[in-house]
């Protein structure tokens, strides 16, 4: 389906969760934030039944995601069952704090594809920035994708200033080693992060990278389209590809192919954006005519861009409840 300015939108992320296992500092607050009552979630059941509709629309690439999405019970059940829509990729995002024991039943689900959030490999540093989280379960759960036979194991970094630099090559150093993806996301300014970090641009990354490793060399294409935002490139002797996406220094809304559905059944077109639709009371009918009408019109309505540049508090969201 398309949206009013003409983008093709194929590409849904799905909040499972609100909770998670870590407290990052960029997500939350250091008193953390309330947490939604079970209740108050969508139940299996009814995100089934939107991605039923998603499907129909043309979405063709599902992300599971929280929160940490591995901590609701019954997450590897719903993948299999998402699984089963004709023609639908299904991905995850996690902190992998919980792959090593997770990774081949996620694969076993059918599970296409798995992004792994790591800023550092230092292991004070990650335990400083995640409130106490080990950097050695995620390290850990990287390979156990790997093991498992995910087929598309990605790392996201998100760099926290000009300070980043020796974890930002530590970090792409996972791709040299490892078949694996990296990719760096340039912090936005949404939530506590808007306080804590100053963030980096990618082209200063690009250029820590260039001048330890060598030569960035893009893909054939450019920005790839059909994945979303991110810009791949190979450096020489690196296994796996290292990417960028810049959402603030090359903004690619023009492109942005994605909506994003909150654990309390909020349908968002725009992160940073505060509006959306509410798909609960269509999914009080029992046939799905409202619930179609209801994600055609917030498609529909997607904004042409961000508006992280005016610094409009109202638009900005916790991201543990917005599902990144």
């Known amino acids: ?3 009013r300015f003409g983008r093709e939108i194929d590409y849904a992320r799905i909040s499972i969760t609100d ?10 607050p250091e008193s953390g934030v309330k947490s939604l009552r079970h209740e108050d979630i969508l139940s299996y059941e009814n995100i089934l039944r939107i991605c039923r509709v998603f499907a129909a629309l043309g979405i063709r690439k599902l992300r599971v995601t929280g929160g940490e999405p591995l901590v609701r019970k019954g997450a590897v059940s719903l993948i299999a069952r998402l699984k089963q829509l004709e023609g639908v990729f299904v991905a995850l995002t996690t902190n992998g704090i919980l792959l090593p024991k997770t990774a081949r039943e996620l694969r076993d689900a059918g599970l296409d594809g798995v992004n792994i959030s790591l800023d550092t490999r230092n292991p004070s540093a990650y335990s400083r920035v995640t409130r106490g989280g080990d950097v050695r379960l995620v390290l850990a759960g990287i390979d156990a994708a790997i093991e498992a036979g995910i087929p598309l194991v990605k790392v996201n970094c998100v760099p926290f200033g000009e300070e980043s630099r020796l974890d930002v090559l530590q970090v792409a150093a996972l791709a040299r080693d490892r078949p694996v993806h ?20 990618n082209g200063r990354l690009r250029e820590w990278l260039e001048r330890e490793y060598g030569n960035w060399t893009p893909l054939e294409g450019g920005l790839n389209k059909g994945d979303g935002p991110a810009r791949y490139g190979s450096l020489p002797g690196f296994q796996g590809k290292i990417g960028f996406i810049s959402a603030l220094s090359e903004c690619f809304c023009e492109s942005c192919n994605r909506v994003r559905l909150t654990a309390t059944g909020l349908l968002r077109p725009c992160l940073n954006r505060a509006e959306g639709v509410s798909l609960l009371p269509a999914l009080s009918d029992s046939d799905d005519g409202r619930l179609l009408a209801d994600i055609r019109g917030a498609i529909l309505n997607k904004p042409e861009r961000h508006d992280f540049t005016t610094h409009k508090e109202a638009s900005r969201g916790i991201m543990s409840k917005i599902g990144g």
């Open 1 to 3: 389906m398309r949206d």
């Open 19 to 28: 909770r998670c296992n870590l407290r990052c500092v960029y997500c939350m």
């Open 182 to 201: 990296v990719r760096f996301i340039e912090l936005m300014p949404m939530g506590p992060a808007v306080k804590v970090f100053a963030g980096v641009d």
